[in-house]
């Protein structure tokens, strides 16, 4: 592949890119725009991404096209095209398009909204699309107020989010709808995409004279994290900040501009949303399936977000006891003193403790007896009747007696202390009915209790035969 992956000056800047075609209908630009709002596509053909809803032959493309749809939710992370394709879902359908911000608007907004789209619907029949972005920042109060509005038809409603709507929006607006989710671009999206603006003598710097190196253009694609208007935003501030060589003329966007003009890889992660949940349960997971590479790697992608290394600490002591257990009781404690650090010498070095107990719990052995053991006995008492403590067990009743045993008032068994007998045990009944809970596996450590626990059962089945 030549060094030079984008080459473009005002003698050359036609042609078919991957981004769209270039012969779509011009539109009048206002050249203070950012670049990112210039390169919004005109038409489906420019549309990049999202073929899992837009290719041919899917659902979403077949409502636009027959224009048969009412309501829709897209929710993805930012810069994957939601706002673009509302717009173009409008344009498509010929319909207005009112767009109001969760963020900016409220419910006097969102009615004057409605009653202009009310008028425009009686006196010309034009039907309006009013988009609202990101819908999850509306309270139920303003969320509600779309509701008679979207059943009488008065709009066609988009709403657009990058938290799961099926948690932060209100389950009548959801019911309403076709909810679609918008995934991050691809490497091959976004290098089409950047292309075409390289390329486009309009919208984009077609009428400059300027050349991007291969290793430029992948590191921005790499780094804007499959974000279309990161990667548009730092390219635009590579170009512009960038002076034409004395020679040549040309503006050259080397590697070290490109490093310079995106700093720090923005990574998907918001600490309320599915990026949160996601990335931790990965992190669960993996460690729970013994892959320490795998978990290293999603706690690394949390602290580099910039997660709450408390709540890592804390994930790591569930784990210790959930996952690992009697199988290696000494997760607990490493999993312990890895919270204890965190909390004496904060980040950037607390990554090193976790990371240390990270790779404990992954690589060892795994029981999660206790755990389920626990769960099965709080079952037992939600639902069941409450058993009584045994009379031998309760504390008024308490006392050592001899090696053989004896009896209380009443007739009762009394209490026997273990440490009387020989190996510390003796057989009693310590639960009325016989109940059992733990189960211990053959995992590591927790394969000598089994025996142990084996050896007791039978000693005490052996003391009760009739």
């Not at 290394?309 to 404690?333: K, P, Q, T, W, Y």
């Not at 650090?341 to 790779?359: C, D, K, N, Q, S």
Request: hydrophobic share 40%.
């Amino acid at each position: 592949m030549d060094e030079d992956l984008f080459m473009d000056d005002a003698a050359d800047a036609s042609g078919s890119l991957p981004g769209g075609d270039l012969s779509a209908p011009k539109v009048t630009l206002d050249p203070t725009m950012p670049l990112a709002a210039r390169m919004r596509p005109r038409d489906l053909g420019e549309y990049v991404g999202q073929g899992h809803i837009l290719g041919e032959g899917k659902l979403l493309r077949r409502a636009i096209e027959a224009d048969r749809f009412t309501s829709l939710i897209f929710y993805g992370p930012p810069g994957v095209g939601k706002t673009s394709l509302a717009e173009l879902i409008a344009r498509r359908t010929e319909s207005r398009f009112i767009n109001l911000s969760g963020v900016e608007s409220n419910v006097a907004e969102i009615r004057r909204a409605v009653e202009t789209a009310r008028q425009f619907q009686r006196t010309r029949n034009e039907i309006t699309t009013l988009f609202v972005d990101e819908i999850h920042r509306f309270n139920k109060s303003q969320q509600d107020v779309l509701l008679p509005h979207i059943e009488r038809g008065t709009v066609r409603f988009i709403g657009a989010t990058t938290h799961n709507p099926y948690f932060y929006i209100n389950s009548p607006l959801v019911s309403r709808s076709q909810v679609f989710e918008l995934e991050p671009l691809s490497p091959e999206d976004l290098t089409g995409l950047l292309a075409a603006a390289v390329a486009d003598p309009e919208r984009g710097f077609g009428k400059k004279a300027l050349v991007v190196k291969e290793d430029a253009a992948r590191h921005l694609v790499t780094m804007c994290d499959g974000d279309a208007r990161k990667l548009l935003t730092s390219f635009e501030l590579a170009v512009f900040t960038t002076e034409p060589d004395e020679s040549s003329g040309e503006i050259v966007i080397d590697l070290a501009v490109a490093e310079d003009s995106i700093q720090r890889k923005s990574v998907v992660y918001d600490a309320d949303g599915d990026g949160h949940y996601d990335t931790i349960s990965a992190f669960i997971k993996a460690m729970r399936g013994s892959d320490p590479d795998a978990a290293l790697y999603w706690l690394a992608k949390m602290l580099y977000a910039g997660e709450d290394i408390r709540f890592i600490a804390r994930r790591l002591v569930i784990a210790a006891s959930e996952d690992v257990g009697m199988a290696d009781s000494n997760a607990i404690r490493v999993a312990v003193a890895a919270q204890q650090a965190v909390e004496f010498i904060g980040m950037p070095e607390a990554r090193i403790p976790l990371a240390h107990a990270t790779v404990y719990l992954a690589t060892a052995p795994k029981s999660n007896r206790a755990y389920v053991g626990i769960n099965a006995a709080l079952k037992d008492i939600a639902e069941g009747r409450t058993l009584a403590v045994p009379p031998h067990l309760r504390t008024k009743t308490r006392k050592k007696i001899g090696e053989a045993g004896g009896t209380i008032a009443g007739g009762e068994a009394a209490y026997l202390y273990g440490h009387d007998h020989e190996g510390g045990y003796v057989p009693q009944a310590y639960l009325p009915e016989g109940r059992r809970y733990y189960e211990p596996s053959d995992n590591g450590m927790e394969r000598r209790v089994a025996v142990r626990l084996e050896h007791w059962r039978q000693l005490f089945e052996k003391a009760n035969q009739p």
